[in-house]
């Protein structure tokens, strides 16, 4: 399996998040992209290659192009106001406030186009999101072109920014980008299945009135856990996209017992919707270290996932998303893929 990654994610570097009523170094850190890279080299996973170069065409075809446009911009005017470190927002335009006029100042607009404060700018943000961008149209297309499978080794990841807002570490949605790249090269359906830990809230707004886009999570009961507002079982699509979004919610303490026969049904809803091609969005974070996560999964359990996802017979691409316990995350995330390779 081929590997794509940029050496460029490392510019998104010392970011500071709120946690527990502190400002903290972030958990989102480099080594978990260099650990993860290293364990593809030992474990001789297959290449690493470079991304290719790519406008935001793509971008624009699942998020609002102000949004995309207004990115780029973010550290520029953050500079320009006389302040360094990490710009994050502070303010949001929720219930009972206006959400329908956009504003002019780099902090209001920060919280206009987020959903938290948890996707902080620093001076090599941006070009480290448009490298995570890059790797996974490149690594897309080797699957179009052929591949049974690659691996966008993404970071920043991408699952909870949505059609106009960042937010949990992510600013393009790289797996909602893929998916809407394979639909415009002429799949008629694709899937979406999300492991991450957490509900990839952004994936399911940006398809949820879609059926040609069909999107699977598997995560922590949102009544509990973070990105708390969205993610409940009884969101199953509208319009077209109705049954075409399915949440599995699970409780804190879930292990590979439970897990696993959701990723099973999981699947055999995936198999049923029988798309052109999957989409993985790969988070390790069900791990049972994982500092900000309560699930229990173990090492031995990945390779299990990953060979349950062979086993579905389709081009599949991964897309790394979270996971944050660095010192097991590249056994973890490589785990699943030569997992699938074995048993495919
Ligand atoms: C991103 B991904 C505040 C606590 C909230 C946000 C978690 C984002 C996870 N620091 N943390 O789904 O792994
Ligand atoms: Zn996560």
């Not at 170069?53 to 207004?70: C, E, M, N, S, T």
């Not at 979270?322 to 390779?341: K, M, P, R, S, W």
Request: with cysteine; proline share 6%.
């Amino acid at each position: 399996m081929k590997t794509v990654y940029s050496p460029l994610h490392a510019g998104h570097a010392g970011t500071m998040e709120l946690n527990s009523g502190e400002l903290m170094p972030g958990f989102e850190k480099p080594s978990r992209a260099e650990i993860i890279r290293a364990r593809v080299e030992s474990e001789k996973l297959g290449p690493i290659l470079a991304p290719e170069p790519h406008d935001l065409a793509a971008a624009r075809r699942v998020h609002r192009a102000d949004y995309i446009d207004f990115l780029p911009t973010i550290y520029p005017a953050w500079e320009e106001s006389g302040r360094s470190g990490s710009a994050i927002p502070f303010t949001w335009p929720t219930r009972g406030l206006r959400g329908d006029v956009r504003p002019e100042t780099i902090d209001a607009l920060l919280g206009f186009y987020s959903f938290d404060a948890g996707a902080p700018f620093v001076k090599g943000t941006w070009d480290a999101i448009k490298s995570s961008y890059e790797v996974a149209l490149t690594a897309a297309a080797l699957v179009k072109n052929g591949e049974r499978t690659a691996f966008a080794l993404c970071r920043p990841p991408g699952h909870h920014a949505g059609d106009a807002f960042m937010g949990g570490y992510c600013y393009i949605n790289n797996a909602a980008v893929v998916a809407q790249w394979y639909r415009d090269q002429g799949a008629a359906r694709v899937s979406i299945l999300d492991v991450d830990y957490h509900h990839g809230n952004g994936t399911q707004q940006i398809f949820y009135a879609r059926g040609d886009v069909q999107v699977l999570n598997l995560h922590a009961d949102p009544m509990v856990e973070y990105p708390f507002f969205l993610g409940h079982a009884d969101e199953k699509g509208e319009g077209a996209g109705e049954g075409f979004n399915l949440n599995y919610p699970m409780p804190f303490g879930t292990t590979f017992e439970t897990w696993s026969a959701a990723l099973d049904d999981a699947c055999g809803k995936l198999a049923a919707y029988a798309p052109d091609v999957v989409v993985v969005s790969l988070g390790v974070d069900t791990f049972e270290k994982d500092p900000i996560s309560q699930f229990k999964l173990k090492c031995a359990d990945y390779p299990a996932i990953g060979c349950r996802i062979a086993k579905l017979g389709l081009p599949t691409l991964f897309v790394m998303e979270g996971g944050y316990a660095v010192d097991e995350i590249g056994v973890n995330a490589v785990g699943v893929l030569t997992g699938f390779e074995e048993a495919s």
